[in-house]
């Protein structure tokens, strides 16, 4: 199966919002409520930041909010702060033996 | 505190073989799976495959599958990834995470660089 799609960079200015897209399948995104956003920082292992499609781990900020339509996924930051620019990947569950990540999108905040 | 802590970074040659490992804690090391991601420089993380620590039961991604071998140890509460005839392809961090079900990996380990090169 195909890694989920994400585009390679977004950016926006302090306290402005960004939303960051994921697209995958009906066998993937579109079939589970799996889906799951994480936040890596250079040289840093990747941080969980939502899970099933909406959940934010407890301690992760309000700011990061998640949704779902149909095959794609969306992950929106807002009131951007320097401290969020990171690199951003989306994952799907797509059965036991399969385990989607995007390609990541580059977040530079101006 | 939850934690994973992954061994050090290795350099080694094509053929070689090489295991590292992950060990947890601060929580009940068989109340959740461990699973192993690679990461290549520039790219998403790939998801390996998975462990239970109570029977060490493992699913591997296809991709994968016949490639690596993981373990575990409950005494040491550990997980390994191993291979047996290292490529220069497998050069990439590779990264141990608590799976909490669905595509929910946390927390994570530091990462462990392996670098492959005659």
């Known amino acids: 199966q195909s890694a989920l799609t994400q585009p390679a960079s977004v950016s926006g200015s302090p306290g402005q919002s960004i939303t960051i897209s994921c697209t995958g399948s009906s066998g993937d995104i579109g079939a589970f409520n799996f889906v799951s956003w994480y936040q890596q920082r250079p040289g840093k292992a990747p941080k969980l930041l939502i899970f099933e499609v909406t959940e934010r781990p407890s301690g992760v900020s309000s700011r990061f909010s998640a949704s779902k339509a149909g095959n794609t996924a969306s992950l929106t930051v807002s009131g951007l702060q320097a401290e969020d620019e990171a690199d951003y990947y989306c994952s799907s569950y797509a059965g036991s033996k399969v385990l989607l990540f995007g390609g990541g999108t580059k977040l530079t905040v101006l | 505190e939850v934690q994973l802590v992954q061994s050090g970074a290795e350099v080694k040659k094509p053929g070689e073989s090489l295991r590292i490992s992950c060990t947890a804690s601060g929580y009940s090391f068989t109340s959740f799976w461990i699973t192993w991601l690679r990461q290549m420089p520039g790219k998403g993380p790939e998801w390996m495959g998975k462990?239970?620590?109570?029977?060490?039961?493992?699913t591997y991604s296809p991709s994968f599958q016949g490639h690596v071998t993981i373990s575990a140890d409950k005494s040491a509460n550990s997980v390994y990834l191993q291979w047996t005839s290292l490529k220069t392809s497998d050069t990439a961090v590779y990264y141990c995470?608590?799976?909490?079900?669905?595509?929910?990996?946390?927390?994570w380990g530091q990462g462990t660089l392996v670098t492959v090169s005659s």
């Open positions: 995470a608590r799976w909490k079900g669905g595509s929910s990996f946390d927390p």
């Open positions: 462990i239970d620590p109570t029977d060490s039961y493992t």
